[in-house]
């Protein structure tokens, strides 16, 4: 089993920044892939961004190209989403998520964090 928190939501005005955390415990950090999602109101769940295991490599959905960072920290066993340039669009429940053998651009996750929510106004 492995338990994921996230955090750093909140209300933020369109062109700022926002960095999410997900702190995962349970199991050894460093054998899982690791994902953000993204839910909005009316929509699917989106994969927003991945990182490997090694954190070498790592995915982004068109949206967010040059403007969000994946990152992880084994130390901390946590990762991280950087977010610059948001838009209103952005606005959504942002989840992480961990599994031990999702490719980059899986949608097939195995645990989940609780979900943090992001607004940005206009």
């Known amino acids: 089993q492995v338990q994921l928190v996230d955090a750093g939501g909140g209300l933020v005005q369109a062109g700022g920044s926002l960095r999410l955390s997900c702190a995962a415990s349970?199991?050894?950090?460093?054998?899982?892939?690791m994902g953000w999602f993204r839910q909005a109101p009316g929509k699917g769940r989106e994969l927003v961004a991945s990182?490997?295991?090694?954190?070498?490599?790592?995915y982004y959905a068109d949206s967010v190209k040059g403007r969000f960072t994946i990152s992880r920290d084994s130390a901390k066993n946590t990762v991280y989403l950087q977010m610059n340039s948001l838009k209103p669009e952005d606005t959504a429940v942002y989840y992480c998520?961990?599994?031990?053998?999702?490719?980059?651009?899986?949608?097939?996750?195995?645990?989940w964090g609780q979900g943090t929510q992001v607004t940005v106004s206009s």
């Open positions: 998520a961990a599994d031990r053998l999702a490719s980059l651009e899986s949608y097939a996750y195995d645990y």
């Open positions: 349970g199991r050894t950090f460093s054998d899982y892939t």
């Open positions: 990182i490997s295991r090694t954190g070498r490599n790592s």
